[in-house]
């Protein structure tokens, strides 16, 4: 193939051009385009030139045309090689056949049924058939074993030749017609094809066909063929087997001016004519039957060979001979240069038919024939000549149509083909450019060609046209109209499902492309639109969640539609809300004042160590005062001295009928057991937060004077309200200082207020009115049924309220703290409904949240997240852990209010630097590092001081772990129900949820117990100090996860983890009990089993993994440590030392079971 590439066919080369110019011509890059030529052979008037490179001949070809001389050349592709035949050169003529048979046997060792030699007219070539295909390596050895094997003394050579595209058909009877072989080759029986062109050779016995197609040769050779009862002998044509001229055999049939001669009637005269322009122009111009009607009694005949003349006498003969003789010499050519696309253009038939009829108009006989880059025009005389040539160049008309390049993919389409060949009389070609077609007609038929090749570039040119539709049409004609849209062939569809345009774009020819859009449109007529509005909590979110688009797609399968969610909105918000950003407690009302001072401890002493002196003589006295009175009297000995040194302010005096109880006064200002709502909120904040909702109920404290007091304590009390009575006037100009320095900051600001004022309070407004669209719209959604008009589907929106029904539960959170939530909070449930898409309603201490499953669950996990950081207005049972109190000059110490020491009590234990707080509405600062409150308003710094008490056993969570090993082993062995609201449930639940990953919406939570197990606990204790003896660290301990059965569990309660039971689950890593990090591999079916109820039951067990490494299958200990100088072994194994998620022990007291999780799977509901 490699050389058919490079081997090009030269024709129109004159006889007398030398090869050597040839070559050199096709050579030189710049007129031919060629390059490097490896060889030529000549053979008549055409030429095979081989290249040395393939690019060479493209180039070659591309080029338009090629005139060397002033001669023009015709290029086209060399036939390719033919590789079942080889050439053999330089045979005797003398030579027998028999011999050469031999010859050819031997040298291709074969038999001689396999191969056919057909030997030229001369003898001196013969044309091997082969047996089958040569490669080329096959061909060098062939002409090897030919050069060293001499015939006869010749030496011979082999020669490769081309496929022929032609036959050789000689007949054994009758004379042979050129229509009858046309028809019998192209004729099925014949197994050949379309010919080309049929030649007749001297004697009417044997003819030349060409087919346009060379496979057609091979066919034709393969099967005999029988003609008018006469057999044909076919053979491969070439010009060295064609046999000479010769007078036809007895018995043959002979053209009719042979065969009058031949019947032994008057001697014929052959004029001949080798003109075949002149030939031509005899048949079809008027001179012949001019000359028979010059000779009526002869016979002028016109055959292929010549004009025969018969008949009459030879005188006669004669005379018609000369007469024929002068009107051939009296004929004239002209030479019309013209390119060789034009040539090619009048060569057409009809085209020809048009310009005979054009020169017949004119009465200008006259023929043409292409005579290599020039038209020969060929007439009876040269003015006849010059006229029909000057006709013929009037008579062409081109023209040139511009083109884009999006029309260029047309004219390599089918319909181009069909064009052109429906355009009359008229050539078209791309330029050389790609800009513009080129179109070669006749004059006269311009505008009908024209109008033709405009309306095909219109309609085939590229074109794009977009037909939109909703999202929902479009899927409804995917689905639904495959069938129908793939059969659009001629455009290429291309779904579009953007968010600004949806539909199809069309790409294709503009004709097919418009067709495409109209049956589009009429397809889109057939699908009906019917809108359902759904409303329900979060309905816009679940329907675009996978759950919620499985129940749509079962109902579109199942109702033969597509629903439409083109007008379902909802995305989360963009930024968390600000309460799940800080660390520090939401803060309740609380006022600053403690209630009664009886509640203080025995002995207060300064900051920084100072003491008093009238401090140590003021109790002195009191106690003097106290010891001479009766007891019965000493709390109306209190009320006379208090007025010694002034009234106090805001003191309630008793009533006169009943004596005056010291315990049970309230505070200043304020009448005892009246309740208040005040708000304490971080300052800084510029009143962003707000209060409890009014009706918040204050802490009432029990204050009854205790009968037992010491009298040290009461001279304590009593030494207090003098010296606040005395430091009375102090605390009125202090106050007036403050007051007056708050006045003047007020002043300053005000002007600056109100502009910063109205912006956050336009912001605030947009915020708000932009998460109540987010809600409205989250909890409405509007859908679109498509469906065929002639579809059934009025029962789908009832199914699909049905199945949302079905997937829509309720969450309850119980907390005290919702009765009266700060308005910040309020906000943040807003943000939760936003977020979640979900609805919240409160009622009294409930807060219900509705919605679908899974978002109604994580909703109630942040609403819980939120109530733990509230800050808790009772205080817990018992004694408090500390007391905190602010030193008022001259040294009075002044507690603090129960709410206000639990909000400095939580920040101190989350060592805060500093609190900003408000104190019955006024800001102030704690600093913990300096142990100092600073009053913002009134300008002035308090110290302040804290108090430790010691707390009653068991009085929190982990009183049982303080205990330790003195806890009563006696002790009854229970499981102990934790609250929901308690602080111990939600953290055990948050630390079980936080590790379930997937299960995490799968999973909900029954009830969770505490084991109350001394034995097991006093062991695990012993075991816990060991262990960080011998590991010389704390961190030897976690909280990990155990699932179970029902069953197990009431056995591990009983007795503790027990590895006997070791491989009823798994021994991967050991034969010991295992432990999981994370709760959700706990949670697994296999490890803990559903039981007859649905029940779960996993274990949050305090284990003792201390030092650990790599498990394995077959280990029932913990392997020994390297390189240690005793036999110590590991604590435990783990799965993978670098992240464990597996612990194994295999020391039953290394693990304690503190608490039993029972929880159950999630049932999502089945759509029906």
């Known amino acids: 193939m490699a050389e058919a590439v490079r081997a090009l066919e030269v024709l129109g080369v004159p006889l007398d051009m030398e090869e050597e110019l040839l070559v050199l011509y096709f050579e030189n890059r710049r007129r031919s385009g060629g390059g490097p030529v490896l060889d030529c052979r000549r053979q008549g008037s055409r030429a095979i030139l081989t290249f040395e490179s393939p690019e060479d001949a493209q180039r070659v070809l591309a080029k338009p045309s090629h005139t060397l001389q002033d001669t023009g050349l015709a290029v086209r592709p060399a036939a390719p090689r033919d590789y079942g035949k080889m050439l053999l050169r330089g045979l005797n003529p003398q030579t027998d056949c028999s011999v050469l048979e031999l010859y050819v046997e031997c040298v291709l060792n074969c038999e001689s049924r396999q191969y056919a030699i057909h030997r030229s007219p001369a003898g001196d070539q013969a044309l091997v058939q082969l047996p089958?295909?040569?490669?080329?390596?096959?061909?060098?050895?062939?002409?090897?074993?030919?050069?060293?094997?001499?015939?006869?003394?010749?030496?011979?050579?082999?020669?490769w030749v081309q496929q022929t595209d032609s036959v050789l058909v000689r007949s054994q009877g009758a004379g042979l017609s050129r229509d009858l072989l046309e028809l019998y080759f192209e004729n099925k029986r014949s197994g050949g094809g379309s010919v080309q062109a049929v030649r007749v050779l001297a004697g009417g016995r044997a003819a030349v066909i060409s087919f346009q197609d060379r496979a057609a040769v091979q066919r034709v050779l393969e099967k005999a063929h029988r003609l008018q009862e006469t057999d044909?002998?076919?053979?491969?044509?070439?010009?060295?087997?064609?046999?000479?001229?010769?007078?036809?055999?007895?018995?043959?049939?002979?053209?009719?001016?042979?065969?009058?001669?031949?019947?032994?009637?008057?001697?014929?005269?052959?004029?001949?004519?080798?003109?075949?322009?002149?030939?031509?122009?005899?048949?079809?111009?008027?001179?012949?039957?001019?000359?028979?009607?010059?000779?009526?009694?002869?016979?002028?005949?016109?055959?292929?060979?010549?004009?025969?003349?018969?008949g009459g006498d030879a005188a006669r003969r004669q005379q018609l001979q000369e007469r024929l003789l002068d009107t051939l010499q009296g004929m004239a050519q002209e030479l019309l240069p013209l390119s060789a696309q034009t040539?090619?253009?009048?060569?057409?038939?009809?085209?020809?038919?048009?310009?005979?009829?054009?020169?017949a108009s004119q009465d200008l006989p006259a023929c043409y024939s292409p005579s290599g880059s020039a038209l020969s025009v060929t007439a009876l005389s040269p003015v006849a000549a010059r006229q029909a040539s000057s006709l013929l160049s009037a008579a062409l008309s081109p023209f040139c149509l511009a083109v884009s390049a999006q029309h260029l993919h047309a004219l390599g389409s089918p319909r181009w083909e069909q064009l052109q060949a429906s355009l009359r009389c008229c050539t078209v070609c791309l330029a050389p450019g790609g800009e513009h077609l080129q179109a070669l007609t006749l004059?006269?038929?311009?505008?009908?060609?024209?109008?033709?090749?405009?309306?095909?570039?219109?309609?085939?040119?590229?074109?794009?046209?977009?037909?939109?539709?909703?999202?929902?049409?479009?899927?409804?004609?995917?689905?639904?109209?495959?069938?129908?849209?793939?059969?659009?062939?001629?455009?290429?569809?291309?779904?579009?499902?953007?968010?600004?345009?949806?539909?199809?774009?069309?790409?294709?020819e503009a004709g097919a492309c418009r067709a495409a859009a109209e049956f589009l449109q009429s397809l889109l007529g057939t699908i009906s639109c019917q809108p359902v509005t759904l409303r329900h909590p979060g309905i816009a979110r679940f329907l675009l969640d996978e759950r919620g688009q499985s129940i749509?797609?079962?109902?579109?399968?199942?109702?033969?539609?597509?629903?439409?969610?083109?007008?379902v909105h909802w995305s989360p918000p963009y930024a968390q809300q600000d309460l799940e950003l800080p660390e520090e407690p939401v803060p309740l009302s609380c006022r600053r004042d403690s209630l009664p001072t009886a509640q203080l401890p025995a002995r207060l002493e300064l900051p920084d160590g100072e003491t008093s002196d009238c401090c140590t003589t003021n109790i002195e006295e009191i106690k003097g005062l106290l010891a001479s009175l009766e007891p019965g009297d000493v709390a109306g000995a209190a009320h006379r001295a208090a007025p010694a040194a002034g009234e106090a302010p805001n003191l309630a005096a008793p009533s006169p009928e009943e004596e005056e109880d010291l315990y049970t006064v309230g505070e200043p200002g304020t009448p005892a057991g009246q309740e208040e709502a005040e708000e304490v909120v971080p300052a800084g904040h510029d009143g962003e937060w707000r209060g409890l909702a009014d009706g918040e109920e204050e802490e009432k404290l029990p204050c009854a004077a205790q009968s037992e007091c010491s009298m040290e304590e009461e001279a304590q009390l009593l030494l207090a309200i003098q010296q606040s009575m005395d430091s009375q006037r102090w605390e009125e100009e202090e106050l007036q200082r403050a007051t007056e320095l708050s006045l003047r900051s007020y002043e300053q600001e005000r002007h600056q207020a109100p502009a910063e004022s109205a912006a956050d309070l336009n912001l605030q407004a947009a915020l708000v009115e932009s998460l109540?669209?987010?809600?409205?719209?989250?909890?409405?959604?509007?859908?679109?049924?498509?469906?065929?008009?002639?579809?059934?589907v009025s029962a789908l929106p009832g199914q699909l309220e049905q199945a949302l029904r079905e997937q829509q539960c309720q969450e309850k959170v119980a907390s005290e703290a919702l009765r009266a939530l700060p308005s910040r909070c309020r906000g943040y449930l807003a943000q939760l409904q936003r977020q979640h898409a979900v609805r919240i309603s409160l009622q009294d201490a409930t807060a219900t949240v509705h919605g679908f499953a899974d978002y109604t669950a994580r909703a109630a996990r942040d609403l819980t997240r939120l109530l733990t950081r509230l800050l808790q207005i009772q205080r817990p049972l018992g004694e408090p852990a500390a007391r905190w109190v602010r030193w008022e000059p001259p040294g009075t110490a002044t507690p603090y209010s129960s709410e206000a020491s639990a909000l400095l009590e939580q920040a101190w234990r989350r060592q805060q630097k500093q609190l900003d707080v408000l104190f019955d509405g006024r800001p102030f600062t704690i600093d913990f590092e300096r142990m100092e409150e600073y009053d913002i308003g009134g300008a002035c710094t308090l110290p302040i001081s804290r108090t430790e008490l010691p707390a009653p056993e068991n009085s929190r969570p982990g009183a049982m772990e303080e205990k330790g090993l003195e806890m009563d082993l006696d002790e009854e062995v229970k499981l102990v129900p934790l609250?929901?609201?308690?602080?111990?449930?939600?953290?055990?639940?948050?630390?079980?949820?936080?590790?379930?990953?997937?299960?995490?919406?799968?999973?909900?939570?029954?009830?969770?117990?505490?084991?109350?197990?001394?034995?097991?606990?006093?062991?695990?204790?012993?075991?816990?100090?060991?262990?960080?003896?011998?590991?010389?660290?704390?961190?030897?301990?976690?909280?990990?996860?155990?699932?179970?059965?029902?069953?197990?569990?009431?056995?591990?309660?009983?007795?503790?983890?027990?590895?006997?039971?070791?491989?009823?689950?798994?021994?991967?890593?050991?034969?010991?009990?295992?432990?999981?990090?994370?709760?959700?591999?706990?949670?697994?079916?296999?490890?803990?089993?559903?039981?007859?109820?649905?029940?779960?039951?996993v274990f949050v067990a305090k284990t003792l993994t201390g030092d650990y490494t790599a498990g394995s299958r077959d280990i029932r200990a913990p392997p020994l440590k390297e390189a240690a100088e005793a036999p110590l072994r590991y604590d435990s194994v783990v799965d993978n030392p670098k992240k464990p998620a597996i612990f194994v022990i295999f020391n039953d007291t290394q693990a304690y079971p503190q608490y039993l999780i029972t929880c159950q799977l999630s049932k999502p509901p089945a759509l029906r």
Not at 343 to 359: A, K, P, Y
């Open 132 to 159: 089958e295909l040569l490669t080329d390596s096959e061909l060098l050895g062939m002409e090897e074993r030919v050069r060293r094997r001499p015939l006869d003394g010749v030496p011979l050579s082999v020669e």
């Open 979 to 1097: 609250a929901q609201g308690s602080e111990e449930f939600r953290d055990i639940v948050r630390q079980f949820y936080d590790t379930l990953e997937d299960f995490h919406n799968k999973i909900r939570i029954v009830k969770v117990e505490k084991l109350i197990h001394p034995l097991l606990y006093k062991q695990y204790q012993l075991k816990k100090a060991c262990m960080e003896k011998a590991c010389g660290h704390e961190a030897v301990e976690r909280l990990l996860f155990h699932g179970t059965t029902e069953e197990a569990s009431r056995e591990i309660c009983q007795h503790g983890f027990n590895r006997s039971f070791c491989g009823k689950n798994a021994t991967l890593y050991g034969h010991g009990v295992y432990f999981a990090v994370n709760a959700v591999l706990s949670v697994q079916e296999q490890y803990s089993p559903r039981s007859a109820d649905g029940n779960k039951y």
């Open 232 to 310: 044909l002998d076919l053979s491969p044509y070439y010009d060295f087997l064609e046999p000479p001229d010769c007078p036809p055999e007895e018995g043959a049939e002979a053209p009719s001016g042979e065969a009058a001669a031949m019947d032994g009637g008057p001697q014929a005269i052959c004029v001949r004519i080798e003109d075949t322009a002149k030939r031509q122009l005899l048949e079809s111009s008027g001179a012949l039957p001019e000359l028979q009607a010059a000779f009526p009694e002869l016979t002028l005949r016109l055959e292929e060979n010549g004009a025969w003349i018969s």
């Open 443 to 508: 004059r006269g038929l311009e505008q009908e060609n024209r109008e033709k090749l405009q309306e095909f570039l219109q309609d085939a040119a590229l074109d794009e046209s977009l037909v939109s539709m909703e999202p929902g049409m479009l899927r409804y004609l995917q689905l639904y109209y495959q069938e129908l849209l793939a059969g659009i062939a001629e455009v290429t569809l291309l779904p579009l499902e953007g968010t600004d345009v949806t539909g199809f774009r069309l790409s294709g």
């Open 552 to 567: 749509l797609r079962e109902l579109e399968s199942r109702f033969q539609c597509v629903i439409g969610r083109e007008q």
């Open 343 to 359: 040539l090619s253009f009048l060569q057409r038939s009809d085209v020809q038919e048009e310009v005979e009829q054009l020169l």
């Open 772 to 792: 109540e669209e987010a809600l409205c719209m989250a909890g409405s959604a509007q859908l679109t049924i498509y469906s065929a008009y002639e579809q059934d």
